[in-house]
């Protein structure tokens, strides 16, 4: 099951179904201001494009490659070494399951409701 579970993933990476996140509405009034000082007014729909993200060579080496064994293991830096990547606190022994969403990976967009 974990060979398929990691294809299925790899398949959604690669040719996701979802070519940007579920939307999200900002529902602080006063609206939000991200890091560069953009002001986002209250009620705007805001939602990732997941391509450019799931094509990061940062994230996934060979991003345009189709590696079916690629989420059998903990993701690695191009030298080989382990880092802080967001999906290695996901990655157990056995892998990460399709399921999981994180910041470099929204199959199924990510945060709460995903």
Known sequence: ???LDSILRES???WGFVSRGVLKTVVVKTGIYLPDGTHIPYRTKIG???YP???DADFYPNPTEFD???FCKPPTNKDGTS???PEN???KENG???VTTSASFMGFSHGKHA
């Open 53 to 55: 993200l799931h094509h």
């Open 1 to 3: 099951m974990l060979t």
């Open 68 to 70: 079916g064994l690629r």
């Open 96 to 98: 990460i399951p399709l």
């Open 48 to 50: 990732i494009h997941a």
């Open 83 to 85: 880092d802080n990547h």
């Open 89 to 91: 606190m996901l990655g």
């Open 12 to 14: 959604m990476r690669l």
